[in-house]
Nanobody, 123 residues
Framework: DVQLQASGGGLVQAGGSLRLSCLAS????????IGWFRQAPGKEREGVSC???????YYSDSLRGRFTFSRDNAKKTVYLQMNSVNSEDTAVYYC?????????????????WGQGTQVTVSS
């Protein structure tokens, strides 16, 4: 079975840092693009960062410089380092896998989704 297990969420103070992890299993991880998405209450799911198998990494323009995506193919794990968080970063964060290599910022391109991990930023 395909599984994407996101972890590392929690309560963090504004200005603090958090690192999310996503462990994948059940598919050829090396051949898939992996993305981080988030969804705040009452809002649509939006792309945060994603990486294609060739290592090309994309970031939301509004998050570039604060968030860092990394990928460890040997461990079948991706990470999202979140720095200088603020209240607008409060959301459920999801990792997902896509068989596409282009336009991987689009939610519709993703075949498999994890259960999500809650990040809450307190002021």
């Amino acid at each position: 079975d395909v599984q994407l297990q996101a972890s590392g969420g929690g309560l963090v103070q504004a200005g603090g840092s958090l690192r999310l992890s996503c462990l994948a299993s059940g598919f050829a991880f090396d051949d898939y693009s992996i993305g981080w998405f988030r969804q705040a209450p009452g809002k649509e799911r939006e792309g945060v960062s994603c990486s294609s198998p060739d290592g090309s990494t994309y970031y939301s323009d509004s998050l570039r410089g604060r968030f860092t995506f990394s990928r460890d193919n040997a461990k079948k794990t991706v990470y999202l380092q979140m720095n200088s968080v603020n209240s607008e970063d409060t959301a459920v964060y999801y990792c997902a896998a896509s068989g596409y290599y282009n336009d991987i910022y689009e939610v519709r391109k993703y075949d498999y989704w994890g259960q999500g991990t809650q990040v809450t930023v307190s002021s």
